[in-house]
């Protein structure tokens, strides 16, 4: 069974509308981390955060922000007023316990000037 | 500060042919990943290493890979002997040690084509 599932795999939108990344996630463990990484074109995977599972309060860092809610498993992204710039292939990571990490398929998210 | 290195940056060979690949962590790092993504999915790990120690490599295709980190540095990926279904990017991560999962720097990637 997938650990991390993105059901999104390709979203376009035009430039400065708001778009949501969905994660849903599954583990047993009561200790776990939640992560987004961003792949750019050029394929290098940059982290943007780390979450753990005793802290649901919502996050924002300037056009980004992450909701984060135990009771439905998901730990969704949102970009408001995207860019250009934002166009790249998102990863939703978790890692439990033991240090094992697992990877979403990733969001292919291409935004149109 | 220094990335993660990582080379050669592509390779291509042909099956039941050797290949190895190597990596550099960021100074002071003592976990080491190495993961593979196959076009359009995620990076899956096969090994990670803390300092000179393996962590986990359940997810390692034994028979055929193997990975060793010589004085808890630089670390070497070797496939021998590859099959088609190996072509994939070739990453490499590292981190910080400690109890909390810290967040990982990813090098640039080797692609990796078997013919």
């Known amino acids: 069974a997938q650990k991390v599932t993105q059901a999104q795999t390709e979203i376009s939108v035009v430039e400065k509308e708001d778009v949501t990344l969905d ?18 074109p050029s394929g290098e995977l940059v982290f943007l955060i780390r979450r753990n599972s005793f802290d649901e309060q919502n996050e924002i860092s300037g056009r980004y922000s992450w909701n984060f ?29 033991g240090n094992q990490f697992y990877f979403g398929t990733g969001t292919s998210l291409t935004v149109i000037p | ?30 976990t080491l990943y190495w993961y593979q993504q ?33 004085k808890g540095v630089d670390s070497t990926l070797k496939i021998q002997p590859a099959k088609l279904e190996d072509s994939a990017v070739y990453l490499c991560a590292s981190s910080l040690e400690g109890q909390l999962p810290y967040e990982q720097y ?5 692609r990796l084509t078997v013919t």
Request: hydrophobic share 35%; charged share 20%.
């Open chain 1, 23 to 40: 994660c849903v996630y599954e583990t047993r463990d009561t200790t776990y981390y939640l992560f987004w990484y961003k792949q750019p």
């Open chain 2, 38 to 70: 196959i076009l359009g999915q995620g990076p899956k790990l096969l090994i990670q290493f803390q300092n000179n120690g393996v962590v986990d490599d359940s997810q390692l295709p034994k028979d055929r890979f193997s990975a060793e980190r010589l």
């Open chain 2, 106 to 110: 990813f090098g640039p990637g080797t």
């Open chain 1, 69 to 97: 809610q135990k009771s439905t498993s998901s730990f969704n992204f949102t970009i408001t007023a995207s860019q250009v710039v934002d166009s790249a292939v998102y990863f939703c990571a978790l890692s439990e316990a």
């Open chain 2, 1 to 30: 500060e220094a990335g993660v290195a990582q080379s050669p940056r592509y390779k291509i060979i042909e099956k039941r042919q050797s290949v190895a690949f190597w990596c550099n962590p960021i100074s002071g790092h003592a």
